[in-house]
């Protein structure tokens, strides 16, 4: 078998590395290739799988991207698949060291004078699409929220849903009228774009919660700074809030964050309490026509020219597999290298998901400071997951190791490539907002949800999301681009699915060169000029993090 093809077959992801990577199933007894040395497979390896390069001994370790990411946990052969039985989660110790780190940055030159149509704030962010917002304090207002986006959203052309309504509609006869419904199969084409009566407001977002009372006081200072920032996000033009009025989270408490946020702070915000309010029908109609006022006033806005360095991008993986730090993440990362080349500002989250990947971020810190504050947020984070009796070694989901990441190091390993290689400007803890260009660690959970929820509150106006198994997950305030690890996955679920890193597997494409096309993605997402699927479906999840036990 030539060269050529075996390259194909499988990668290795690091010179330091002692197992390969699958790129296609590989047959139990088949023999591979790979720099001079032959593999003799004693199992049935299917792509995005990893086997052993040599005979190992239990307690020996693994190194994956370069980083212990397991020790083996009984005699394996070489050519043996990696399971989670033979295999257990290890990472290397980290500490501070004083690390002298030289980055080498991509060219730009291609990029550098390259703009996007945003939406300029008068904080000097800019925007790269136009809500109003609906902010409960409480969830006690979920109700009065979902009475209003049914309004709104029908009427003023934000609706996805009229297909689903049709197809209810028509079982609905068919029983009537004694049919048997298992005939009645309308074909779902797309919801039909209808002109939005307000052509520069992309969207009216609701952030229905469960918090605001009832938990720790902790809880809803924690929630209250978390709706301020959304309140301020760049992408924000407008607010309306709704107060039951007796909750431990007070109307007072969120304006003070927001001012405390933005002493400047100058946006359309109406607020209404129902415990002050004679009926809730008194309120919802209140409401509507407030916002119907602040409305007309936001779509007054228009897109104007912006520089590449005020994009702010928030990187991000979910339904992760073998190939995720093969092919997407990477390229992601270069993406990130690129815009910060151009003085933009790139989020990388997921602490649970750096796990073994926290010495290199350490070294990549720019000033001690921000070293000490990355380990300290790990540790205690850590320490509180071992208090319940689990730990970031338990992040792994079973849909991440059946399709390859057998540890969670090296999940994490891959998760880590989603940031680039540039240095480390700054590290924020939950809800704090990225002031600095450059690469910024932001502390959330790995949970899909929870971690878009604590990027966009930070200030990112684009999240790029990597995924290979698959996942619908958007945010309200915050673009969500779906980025495939490979093409089976973005042909199957093509509704949902923005870019293909597939070709990266195929050997079609290089991870630079799928980094550049994804940032022109990037560029014509932030100008409105293409909509991501999520926007499009109205995925529009929101999970405040209490700093509990998420992983």
Same mark, same amino acid.
């Given at each position: ?11 290795? !992801? ?24 032959? $593999? ?16 190992? /001994? ?9 980083? !212990?990411?397991?020790?083996? *946990? ?13 295999? /257990? ?24 004078? %390259?703009? @996007? ?8 962010? &800019? ?10 304090? &409480? @969830? ?31 079982? =609905?006869?068919?029983? =009537? ?39 720790? %006081? ?31 989270? *007070? ?18 915000? @109406?607020?209404? +309490?129902? *415990? ?15 916002? @119907? ?8 806005? +228009? ?54 990947? +926290? ?5 990549? #810190? ?14 205690? $984070? ?22 390859? !990441?057998?540890?969670?190091?090296? /999940? ?88 293909? #890193? ?18 022109? $993605? ?13 926007? *499009? ?13 998420? !992983?």
């Amino acid at each position: 078998m030539s060269e050529n093809n075996t390259k194909k077959l499988v990668v290795k !992801l690091h010179p330091d590395d002692n197992v390969l990577v699958a790129l296609t199933d590989l047959q139990k007894g088949e023999t591979i290739h790979f720099e001079n040395e032959s $593999y003799v497979l004693q199992d049935l390896i299917k792509a995005k799988h990893k086997f052993y390069m040599q005979d190992m /001994k239990q307690g020996e370790e693994v190194n994956m991207y370069g980083v !212990l990411v397991g020790k083996v *946990q009984n005699d394996v052969a070489k050519g043996s698949l990696m399971t989670t039985e033979n295999l /257990k989660h290890a990472a290397d110790p980290y500490a501070y060291r004083n690390a002298s780190y030289e980055w080498n940055a991509p060219d730009v030159s291609k990029f550098e004078n %390259r703009t @996007f149509k945003g939406y300029k704030r008068k904080d000097g962010r &800019v925007g790269t699409a136009n809500y109003w917002l609906f902010i409960p304090t &409480v @969830f006690c207002e979920n109700r009065n929220l979902d009475v209003i986006k049914e309004a709104l959203h029908k009427q003023l052309g934000y609706a996805v849903t009229d297909k689903y309504n049709q197809f209810t509609h028509e079982l =609905l006869q068919g029983y =009537l009228n004694g049919n048997d419904i298992n005939d009645i199969n309308i074909e779902l084409n797309p919801t039909p774009k209808n002109k939005r009566v307000f052509e520069n407001v992309d969207g009216i977002k609701f952030l229905n919660h469960q918090g605001g009372c009832g938990g720790t %006081r902790q809880d809803a200072s924690t929630l209250s700074a978390l709706l301020a920032s959304y309140a301020n996000h760049p992408n924000v033009g407008g607010i309306t809030l709704l107060s039951l009025g007796c909750q431990h989270l *007070q109307v007072q408490d969120f304006v003070n964050d927001v001012k405390r946020q933005n002493p400047d702070f100058d946006k359309p915000l @109406f607020i209404f +309490e129902q *415990q002050q309010t004679e009926s809730e029908e008194v309120l919802i109609t209140n409401a509507i026509k407030k916002t @119907f006022e602040g409305l007309i006033e936001i779509n007054q806005y +228009e897109r104007t020219d912006a520089p590449l360095s005020d994009l702010c991008i928030g990187v991000k993986c979910g339904g992760s597999d073998g190939f995720s730090g093969v092919s997407a993440n990477p390229a992601v990362g270069y993406t990130s290298d690129l815009v910060v080349a151009l003085g933009g500002k790139i989020l990388l989250a997921e602490f649970p998901e750096l796990c073994g990947a +926290e010495q290199n971020l350490i070294d990549r #810190c720019i000033t001690e400071d921000k070293a000490r504050k990355f380990i300290d947020l790990m540790e205690s $984070y850590d320490e509180l997951a071992h208090k319940v009796g689990s730990g970031f070694h338990m992040n792994p989901s079973p849909g991440n190791i059946k399709d390859g !990441l057998i540890t969670d190091a090296i /999940k994490s390993a891959g998760a880590a490539k989603k940031g680039g290689t540039s240095p480390v400007v700054d590290v924020l803890d939950y809800t704090e907002l990225v002031t600095k260009p450059g690469l910024s660690l932001v502390c959330t959970p790995g949970n899909d949800v929870e971690a878009t929820t604590g990027k966009a509150a930070s200030g990112a106006t684009l999240i790029l999301f990597t995924t290979g198994l698959g996942t619908p997950t958007g945010n309200p305030v915050c673009p969500v681009i779906k980025v495939a690890t490979n093409s089976v996955l973005a042909t199957r679920m093509k509704d949902i699915i923005d870019i293909d #890193c597939g070709p990266i597997i195929s050997g079609e494409k290089s991870i630079e060169e799928m980094g550049e096309e994804i940032l022109e $993605y990037c560029i014509k997402a932030a100008s409105g000029e293409i909509i991501p699927k999520a926007v *499009q479906l109205n995925q529009d999840d929101f999970i405040p993090w209490k700093r509990g036990v998420s !992983l």
